[in-house]
């Protein structure tokens, strides 16, 4: 099978079947061998693996994944590529093409499917939607050993991000609270067909066994984490009484903060992980 990772074999493939590019969702293939043979290292595939890949286009990621993994599930939505990908991943026995959205599909369904074993989720994601897939998996207790992904250089960098840097936020939070992040790549816009406007990165989510903190309620946790960075530069107190569906006064906020050794002005951007679930356990 020819290596669609080279820029003439992608745009051969393209221009024989006619394909135009859908902007709306998120279509930027890569034509870089180099960075897909980082991806495939990083997530370091074995013959064990099921893998989930995310978006295949023409199929140059999922010939990759199927020479090295038991079995690859290739969920893509544009209609239009589903007899490309016919064509570019006839020889692979072990891939299974489903034409649908992401974000509409069990992915759980799929899981149980293939006996319940963890998935390993590989992609160059659509970037318009992101958060709702790597949040949706996780949220949704997907089965799952690790996500290794492509996306926009700003969000990997609000994945990976610390306490008190810029890029710290309610993401950073969230995606910690399920995995150990780690960017692996970063990848110029020129590696893609057609390029994009942002720059990229790849990332690997390391899905942990449990949450590294120990919470009473999930749900209250996120609810405090989100609407202390409603409002960035605001102390923690204040962003919390404004948050009519969580209703904390200044005065409890102050409370709680005085019991864990933290000042009353502290903003949201300075606490940990750990910080925050043992504030919402005792709310
Ligand atoms: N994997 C290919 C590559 O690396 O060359 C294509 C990556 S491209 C950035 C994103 C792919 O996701 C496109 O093929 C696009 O059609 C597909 N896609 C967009 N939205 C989707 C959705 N909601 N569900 C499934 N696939 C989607």
């Given at each position: 099978?020819?290596?669609?990772?080279?820029?003439?074999?992608?745009?051969?493939?393209?221009?024989?079947h006619?394909?135009?590019?859908?902007?709306?969702?998120?279509?930027?293939?890569?034509?870089?061998?180099?960075?897909?043979d980082?991806i495939?290292?990083?997530?370091e595939?074995?013959?064990?693996d099921?893998?989930?890949?995310?978006g295949?286009g023409i199929?140059?990621?999922?010939?990759?994944?199927?020479?090295?993994?038991?079995?690859?599930?290739?969920?893509?939505?544009?209609?239009?590529?589903?007899?490309?990908?016919?064509?570019?991943?006839?020889?692979?026995?072990?891939?299974?093409?489903?034409?649908?959205?992401?974000?509409?599909?069990?992915?759980?369904?799929?899981?149980?499917?293939?006996?319940?074993?963890?998935?390993?989720?590989v992609?160059?994601?659509?970037?318009y939607?992101t958060?709702?897939?790597?949040?949706?998996?996780?949220?949704?207790?997907?089965?799952?050993?690790?996500?290794?992904?492509?996306?926009?250089k700003?969000?990997?960098?609000?994945?990976?991000a610390?306490?008190?840097?810029?890029?710290?936020?309610?993401?950073?939070?969230?995606?910690q609270?399920?995995?150990?992040?780690?960017?692996?790549?970063?990848?110029?816009?020129?590696?893609?067909i057609?390029?994009?406007?942002?720059?990229?990165?790849v990332i690997?989510?390391?899905?942990?066994?449990?949450?590294?903190?120990?919470?009473?309620?999930?749900?209250?946790?996120?609810a405090?984490?989100?609407?202390?960075?409603?409002?960035?530069?605001?102390?923690?107190?204040?962003?919390?009484e404004?948050?009519?569906?969580?209703?904390?006064?200044?005065?409890?906020?102050?409370?709680?903060l005085e019991?864990?050794?933290?000042?009353p002005?502290?903003?949201?951007?300075a606490?940990?992980?750990?910080?925050?679930?043992?504030?919402?356990?005792?709310?």
């Amino acid at each position: 099978m020819a290596n669609l990772g080279i820029p003439q074999n992608t745009i051969e493939v393209l221009q024989r079947h006619h394909f135009n590019f859908q902007k709306k969702y998120g279509q930027n293939f890569l034509i870089d061998t180099r960075v897909l043979d980082k991806i495939i290292r990083a997530a370091e595939i074995t013959e064990e693996d099921c893998v989930l890949e995310i978006g295949p286009g023409i199929g140059t990621m999922t010939q990759c994944l199927a020479e090295r993994a038991g079995e690859v599930v290739a969920v893509e939505i544009d209609r239009n590529l589903i007899p490309i990908l016919e064509e570019t991943l006839a020889d692979y026995r072990n891939v299974t093409v489903i034409h649908g959205d992401i974000l509409k599909i069990e992915v759980r369904e799929l899981v149980r499917e293939r006996g319940d074993r963890p998935l390993k989720v590989v992609a160059n994601l659509p970037y318009y939607i992101t958060t709702p897939i790597i949040m949706g998996l996780f949220e949704g207790h997907v089965p799952l050993k690790s996500i290794t992904v492509m996306v926009q250089k700003e969000v990997a960098a609000r994945m990976q991000a610390s306490p008190g840097t810029k890029d710290y936020g309610a993401l950073s939070l969230a995606v910690q609270y399920y995995a150990k992040p780690e960017i692996v790549a970063n990848v110029p816009p020129n590696c893609f067909i057609p390029r994009p406007g942002v720059g990229s990165a790849v990332i690997r989510l390391d899905k942990y066994e449990k949450p590294p903190v120990e919470v009473k309620d999930e749900e209250k946790l996120f609810a405090v984490i989100r609407a202390s960075f409603n409002q960035r530069r605001k102390t923690l107190a204040n962003s919390l009484e404004n948050e009519p569906r969580l209703s904390i006064s200044k005065k409890r906020t102050a409370e709680i903060l005085e019991s864990m050794g933290l000042p009353p002005a502290v903003r949201g951007e300075a606490l940990t992980l750990e910080q925050f679930a043992a504030f919402s356990s005792l709310l």
